[in-house]
């Protein structure tokens, strides 16, 4: 089995990859069977980028702060432990948008695409599902279209619903909503698209995030499923995605 390793820039990750790569060797990222990443989630969202649409697996050695995504490191006969991993098939968000100055912009994203206010105001969006008028205007700090993966990042500490690695849905969710005060979002098919308008963009800024990817001063953005995209995760048995994400709705 051709291995790539991919670590974070922390001592710990690195030391680890530097053993790794003297037991197995360290193929181009890109020619590999699988793709080890070294670190927290971010790492494992870096790696999963670097392989999008070349079908590669990644998995996830936690040498992070969280490491939902991540499983426990391993060092001892390495190629026939992935070989029993079991597999999460995801596919990301892909955000399709417009700048104030007519720029336009497209980026993928595997946990959520984030609209955020730039500035002290208060960001004013209208959201469309599927083409139709479903808020005429929301104030908010922002609000995110999340994937069933990345339900258990930035869409739960902004009080969204934690789904299913399994579930045909995404999750629209706000974020620190002052208009309606107590609309908490929806529930969406993975199917729909959705779409968000930014009312007074130049005097009330906002900016779009798709995972790491940062594109300010934005008009609209479209958000679908990249159907035609597909990543895959590996998970120790016994502790795979769907596991993880059930586990977490009971912890405190």
């Not at 139709?132 to 990042?153: C, N, Q, Y």
């Not at 309606?180 to 009312?199: D, M, N, Q, Y």
């Not at 958000?223 to 994400?245: H, K, N, P």
């Amino acid at each position: 089995m051709r291995l790539a390793f991919h670590a974070a820039d922390r001592p710990d990750a690195l030391s680890a990859r530097n053993a790794l790569v003297k037991r197995y060797g360290d193929s181009p990222l890109l020619e590999a069977d699988c793709v080890v990443a070294l670190g927290g989630d971010g790492c494992m969202l870096d790696a999963l980028h670097a392989v999008m649409g070349h079908n590669i697996p990644v998995y996830g050695m936690n040498f992070g702060s969280v490491g939902f995504l991540m499983n426990d490191p391993v060092h001892d006969d390495l190629p026939a432990h992935l070989q029993a991993a079991e597999q999460a098939i995801i596919h990301p968000l892909r955000a399709k948008g417009t700048s104030v100055s007519g720029e336009a912009f497209e980026s993928l994203a595997i946990n959520e695409v984030s609209l955020l206010r730039q500035t002290r105001q208060t960001a004013k969006i209208r959201i469309f599902i599927d083409e139709i008028e479903r808020m005429e205007e929301l104030a908010a700090d922002g609000v995110l279209v999340s994937t069933p993966a990345g339900s258990t990042a930035y869409n739960f500490s902004a009080h969204g619903p934690i789904l299913p690695i399994d579930a045909s849905l995404l999750a629209l969710t706000p974020i620190s909503a002052f208009r309606p005060r107590r609309w908490r979002g929806a529930l969406l098919s993975h199917a729909s698209t959705v779409k968000f308008e930014v009312i007074e963009p130049v005097r009330r800024p906002v900016a779009a995030v798709a995972d790491n990817r940062e594109f300010r001063d934005v008009s609209s953005v479209t958000i679908a499923e990249a159907d035609d995209v597909t990543l895959t995760m590996l998970f120790d048995a016994g502790r795979a995605l769907d596991e993880r994400i059930i586990l977490e709705q009971f912890t405190s």
